[in-house]
């Protein structure tokens, strides 16, 4: 069965980078888009980047671009997202996701458009 596994959060200090990795296994991914959500504490979860398998197309929500990069490494099966320069408003729980949708580069990913989810990494930015 397909699995997302994530892996690289932590608790840093404002201003420093992580990259968050995604290791994707259980079927043939080459149609898919690949995601990023994330769910702070009371809050509800939101999109953050999306990448097409291909790694030719992305999406980011406004308030993160120009700080957060996703990418894709297709011999690894591994989804990457770097954030630099983090805030304490990035603290969050960080979810990996796959889906077959893909609306072009003014979509607005929702969490209905992705089939598989992986148990998500903890990253905290302190102040």
């Known amino acids: 069965q397909v699995q997302l596994v994530e892996s690289g959060g932590g608790l840093v200090q404002a201003g420093a980078s992580l990259r968050l990795s995604c290791a994707a296994s259980?079927?043939?991914?080459?149609?898919?888009?690949m995601g990023w959500f994330r769910q702070a504490p009371g809050n509800e979860r939101e999109f953050v980047a999306a990448?097409?398998?291909?790694?030719?197309?992305?999406v980011y929500r406004d308030s993160v671009k120009g700080r957060v990069t996703i990418s894709i490494d297709n011999a690894k099966n591994t989804v990457y997202l770097q954030m630099n320069s983090l805030k304490p408003e990035d603290t969050a729980v960080y979810y990996c996701?796959?889906?077959?949708?893909?609306?072009?580069?003014?979509?607005?990913?929702?969490?209905?458009?992705?089939?598989?989810w992986g148990q998500g990494t903890q990253v905290t930015v302190s102040s």
């Open positions: 996701a796959a889906g077959t949708t893909w609306l072009g580069r003014t979509w607005s990913p929702r969490i209905s458009d992705f089939d598989y």
């Open positions: 259980g079927r043939t991914f080459s149609k898919y888009t």
């Open positions: 990448i097409t398998w291909s790694g030719g197309s992305t």
